[in-house]
Structures are given as structure tokens and as C-alpha cells.
């Protein structure tokens, strides 16, 4: 049975999600309309949320017409979550509020060993001030049932997160390809997308299927490994004990293998950049395996497109410079793998437009899914009596 008091709480939530969602402050006439819900009730909603240290309510400028309003900003005292990338030989900590402002605080080295948990928690405890309420951390490689750790090159295969990460806050680990892909579908270039499809290409490729904003998770968490499939037909072995996968032939990993240097392992991404920078200076080597890299990209995902028929492909990472590089290659590469009826209107390929920090934005959104719930807001909130009860019952009420 819903109550009234769920209903209050079911709309504290949507007030206070619409207000971490937008792109630009919203103003408490502005929510009221979104939610479709009254004036008078949105003054009294936003009022619980301001007295909870939830939001901080400020005259809003002039709008020309109606009433003043109010713009609806992140308390000053309001919950903050950690996010922290966790790369193959670095990692990064940055703050997010409500709304979405980032700070980078902390960075580093590893050892590429699981140890890093345990660098990143001690940085994270550095910042957490008593703000913090939840941390999001991003890593480059499956998450199995959430909670076991696969990155071939660390040599990582079954790590159990339970070991590494502790519980002084509510934390949640996940990939950081379907990260990425969440940014761009809650703060970027998918939003309002329908089916969408993105990848991130670091030392390879890795990717999420996105449904009405909603990055696939699969059975156990580990779907979107679109690298590990036989998309272009390399003859190599890959790490991941399959031959042929799509990954041999995109990101640094192949940039590099193509000019002869040692790949793998999670080395090398300045010399992979190094190889972008010489293509574009006119070098025909390292032209020649960015092509090599554009054209496998343009033909993983024409046949991807067969598969799942996206409105709409984002890139980001390494992407992001291939496509500024080889956008041609890419799209006619696509094209060529597209079943003939698709070409008329192939999917679009963009930029994402999140940025570097997509996976570290990807993790944030998901540590606040884990706030912005009602079970946590009701915590928040103070206590409030009863209806109908008196002030006086309330005071001598006693928590359990
Ligand atoms: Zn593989």
C-alpha cells in the first residue's frame, strides 16, 4: 500500500535526482513543471530537502515573465561521492556533488597489484571529510557478479574485491568501458538515445550496449566485452585465451604491435600517442597503423551494427582521436560491413562528448544511484512526527 508519506518521499527523490541530472540549475518553477507536480508542493518539498542540508535554495535572476522563482543548487553541507579510475598503471580520485560539479583531488602510480585498493581507500579516507557517502571506482576490465576482478594485463584473473575493498562506505566497482557509456548516456552525447552503443578504446576496446540510457549488464555483469569477439579475423592470439579477437586490432596495444613495439601489459600508452602525434605529422609508419587501427574499428562495427542496430555509436578514450584522425576511414569501413539495406542510413559514429574523465563521471553516476534512493533519503531527513500527533509525543518519543 503507498502511504502518503512514501509519496513524499518518492517525490524528495525525483526532486533531488531531476536537480543531479540537469545540465544548468534548475529553478523550483522549473522542477515543479518537470515533475508535474504543484507549486505550493515543490515549495515544501524543496524546503525539507534544504532543511536536511540537501539543497540550497537562492533567488533566481530575473526571467522576464511570472513570478520570481528560486535556482535549486547542491548544499553547501550536501552529500558528496568519491569516484576513482582505476587504469592499468595509474589512478585518479576526483569529488562529485549533486549536479554533477567535479574535482580532481589525488593521483597516482601502482604496482599493478590489487594493493592499489588499498592506496585508494587511504586517499579517499585523506578526502572524505563528512560528506562522503558513497565511493564509485571504475577499472579496466570485467567486474564478474560484480564483484570479482578479471584484467588480463595486470595478470589479474579472479581477484575478489571482497578482500580489497572495504566498508567504510557504500561502494561499487565496475568497468570502465560501460562507465563511459553511462556518461555519455546521463551527461553527454547519448542522452535521450534510444539503443546506442559506445566504446572505449584504451589498450583496447571495450564497450556497453546502452537501452533507454541503461548500459546491459548481462547474466553476471560482464556483458559489452565486444573486443573479445572475432570481428576482423586477426590471427593472434589474445590474452583473454581466444584467437582472433577484435581487441589484437584496436586501441594502443595494436598501434603499437604495428611499429614493432612490445605491447600488452598495460605499458605504453605515451608511445601509442606518440604514434597518433607522428601520423599526423606525415609519417607514413605510424600512418599506416592508425589506418590499420581506423579500419578495424570501421569494420567491428558495421558487423555490430548488423547485430543490434543502434540509432547512434559514441567513442571515446583513444576513440575520440581516431575518429579526429580517420573519420572517413572509420565510416566507410563501417559501411562495408553493413548489410547492403543498412547503408542508406548507417548508424551515426560520435565523439562522445563527456570527455577524458568519462569512466570517473561513469562511476560517480553510479555511487549516487546508490544514494538517491528512498531508503537513504528517509535516513537524511530528520525525524518528523507523525500526522495528527502532537508536538509534545513526538519529543518523548525514543529511538530503538
Ligand atoms: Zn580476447
Known amino acids: 500500500m503507498t502511504t502518503s508519506a512514501d509519496l513524499r518521499i518518492h517525490n524528495l527523490v525525483?526532486?533531488?535526482?531531476?536537480?543531479?541530472?540537469?545540465?544548468?540549475?534548475?529553478?523550483?518553477?522549473?522542477?515543479?513543471?518537470?515533475?508535474?507536480i504543484g507549486r505550493?508542493?515543490?515549495?515544501?518539498?524543496?524546503?525539507?530537502?534544504?532543511?536536511?542540508?540537501?539543497?540550497?535554495?537562492?533567488?533566481?535572476?530575473a526571467t522576464g515573465r511570472g513570478r520570481p522563482t528560486t535556482s535549486l543548487l547542491p548544499h553547501p553541507d550536501g552529500p558528496v561521492a568519491i569516484a576513482a579510475d582505476l587504469r592499468e598503471d595509474t589512478w585518479t580520485l576526483a569529488r562529485i556533488e549533486v549536479g554533477g560539479r567535479l574535482t580532481e583531488l589525488a593521483s597516482g602510480e601502482h604496482d599493478r597489484t590489487p594493493a592499489v585498493f588499498a592506496e585508494i581507500r587511504a586517499a579517499t579516507r585523506r578526502h572524505a571529510g563528512d560528506r562522503l557517502a558513497a565511493l564509485g571506482v571504475a577499472v579496466a576490465g570485467p567486474v564478474r557478479h560484480g564483484r570479482r576482478l578479471h584484467i588480463s594485463h595486470?595478470?589479474?584473473?579472479?581477484?575478489?574485491?571482497?578482500?580489497?575493498?572495504?566498508?567504510?562506505?557504500?561502494?561499487?566497482?565496475?568497468?570502465?568501458?560501460?562507465?563511459?557509456?553511462?556518461?555519455?548516456a546521463r551527461?553527454?552525447?547519448?542522452?535521450?538515445?534510444?539503443?546506442?552503443?559506445?566504446?572505449?578504446?584504451?589498450?583496447?576496446?571495450?564497450?556497453?550496449?546502452?537501452?533507454?540510457?541503461?548500459?546491459?549488464r548481462g547474466a553476471g555483469n560482464i556483458a559489452g566485452e565486444f573486443g573479445h569477439m572475432p570481428l576482423t579475423g586477426s590471427p593472434l592470439w589474445c590474452r583473454c585465451g581466444v584467437q582472433g579477437c577484435w581487441s589484437l586490432q584496436v586501441g594502443t596495444n595494436a598501434l603499437l604491435r604495428h611499429v614493432g613495439q612490445e605491447a600488452g601489459h598495460g605499458r605504453g600508452r605515451e608511445a601509442g600517442r606518440e604514434i597518433l602525434a607522428r601520423a599526423e605529422a606525415g609519417d607514413a609508419r605510424a600512418g599506416r597503423a592508425v589506418d590499420d587501427n581506423a579500419a578495424a574499428l570501421g569494420?567491428?562495427?558495421?558487423?555490430?551494427?548488423?547485430?543490434?542496430?543502434?540509432?547512434?555509436?559514441?567513442?571515446?578514450?583513444?576513440?575520440?582521436?581516431?575518429?579526429?584522425?580517420?573519420?572517413?576511414?572509420?565510416?566507410?569501413?563501417?559501411?562495408e560491413k553493413l548489410m547492403r539495406f543498412r547503408r542508406a542510413e548507417p548508424p551515426s559514429i560520435l565523439a562522445g562528448t563527456v570527455g577524458e574523465a568519462s569512466p570517473l563521471r561513469g562511476a560517480a553516476e553510479l555511487a549516487f544511484d546508490t544514494i538517491l534512493t528512498p531508503a537513504w533519503l528517509q535516513a537524511r531527513l530528520p525525524a518528523r512526527p507523525p500526522a495528527g500527533a502532537s508536538a509534545r509525543a513526538s519529543m518523548t518519543a525514543r529511538r530503538p
Open 187 to 216: 551527461r553527454g552525447a547519448l542522452r535521450g538515445a534510444g539503443t546506442a552503443l559506445h566504446f572505449h578504446i584504451d589498450f583496447d576496446i571495450g564497450g556497453t550496449l546502452l537501452l533507454g540510457g541503461d548500459a546491459q
Open 40 to 61: 505550493n508542493t515543490a515549495a515544501a518539498l524543496v524546503g525539507e530537502l534544504e532543511a536536511a542540508a540537501l539543497l540550497h535554495e537562492v533567488p533566481a535572476g
Open 154 to 184: 595486470l595478470d589479474w584473473d579472479d581477484v575478489d574485491l571482497a578482500e580489497h575493498v572495504g566498508d567504510e562506505w557504500p561502494t561499487t566497482v565496475d568497468n570502465d568501458a560501460r562507465l563511459a557509456g553511462l556518461a555519455e
Open 299 to 335: 569494420h567491428g562495427l558495421g558487423a555490430l551494427a548488423n547485430a543490434l542496430d543502434p540509432e547512434v555509436i559514441t567513442l571515446s578514450g583513444l576513440g575520440v582521436e581516431l575518429l579526429r584522425l580517420r573519420r572517413d576511414l572509420i565510416e566507410r569501413s563501417c559501411a
Open 14 to 36: 525525483r526532486l533531488l535526482r531531476a536537480v543531479h541530472d540537469a545540465d544548468e540549475p534548475l529553478t523550483r518553477a522549473g522542477v515543479a513543471r518537470l515533475l508535474g
